[in-house]
């Protein structure tokens, strides 16, 4: 199956910083899915197909990457944003799988 | 509006079965697939299988022989079933749809705790 690793596991930004978190796949993948999840609630669709936005998130948000490596960018952070973000990938037969996740956090 | 709406037990006695029932609204089951994805305490998501819209499944591997989705198109209702439990099984059990193999999961249930104790 193939492994999802999520760099930093945790980090913390100040308002208005340009924030980057990345997502490695053991093997080639041809798009990437990332979630946020805020404590207490159920995860939420976040960015799908790489780099679409789901309905209602900022656009200061973007997703980028093909083959092996994907990251998500915060262009500048707000409190709102801090959650724990996962990736998620569903190329190859199942399992679908997920990476550790990156806590983000507001400093 | 599109919703996915659990219901199950909170506590499980080892080596029990846990049975959790998805009901959605706003949407079919005979378009949608339905997803189980679970969530021990303080640790990340962990993909445990799917029932798609025809009614095939795909299940995770590791779980394959204790899982069993099922579901009932006219009552919208899908039906998760995981034998055997262990205390490593407690964690938030989600249910969440896709349209297509491949694509992400656009709405998620609100969750039901599980804890494995006697």
């Known amino acids: 199956q193939i492994v999802l690793t999520q760099s930093p596991a945790i980090m913390s930004a100040s308002p208005g910083e340009k924030v980057t978190m990345t997502c490695s796949a053991s093997?080639?993948?041809?798009?990437m899915h990332w979630y946020q999840q805020k404590s207490g609630t159920s995860p939420k669709r976040w960015i799908y197909d790489t780099s679409k936005l789901a309905s209602g998130v900022p656009a200061r948000f973007s997703g980028s990457g093909s083959g092996t490596s994907y990251s998500l960018t915060i262009s500048s952070m707000e409190a709102e944003d801090a959650a724990t973000y996962y990736c998620q990938q569903w190329s190859s037969n199942p399992p679908m799988t997920f990476g550790g996740g990156t806590k983000l956090e507001i400093k | 509006q599109v919703q996915l709406k659990q219901s199950g037990p909170g506590l499980v006695q080892p080596s029990q079965s846990l049975s959790i029932t998805c009901t959605v609204s706003?949407?079919?089951?005979?378009?949608?697939?339905v997803h189980w994805v679970r969530q021990p305490p303080g640790k990340g998501l962990e993909w445990l299988g799917v029932i798609w819209s025809g009614g095939s499944t795909d299940y995770n591997a590791a779980f394959i022989s204790r899982l069993s989705i099922s579901k009932d198109n006219s009552k919208s209702q899908v039906f998760f079933k995981m034998n055997s439990l262990q205390a490593d099984d407690t964690a938030i059990y989600y249910c969440a749809r896709n349209k297509d193999y491949g694509s992400a999961m656009d709405y998620w249930g609100q969750g039901t705790s599980v804890t494995v104790s006697s």
């Open positions: 706003g949407f079919s089951l005979t378009s949608y697939g």
């Open positions: 093997s080639s993948v041809s798009y």
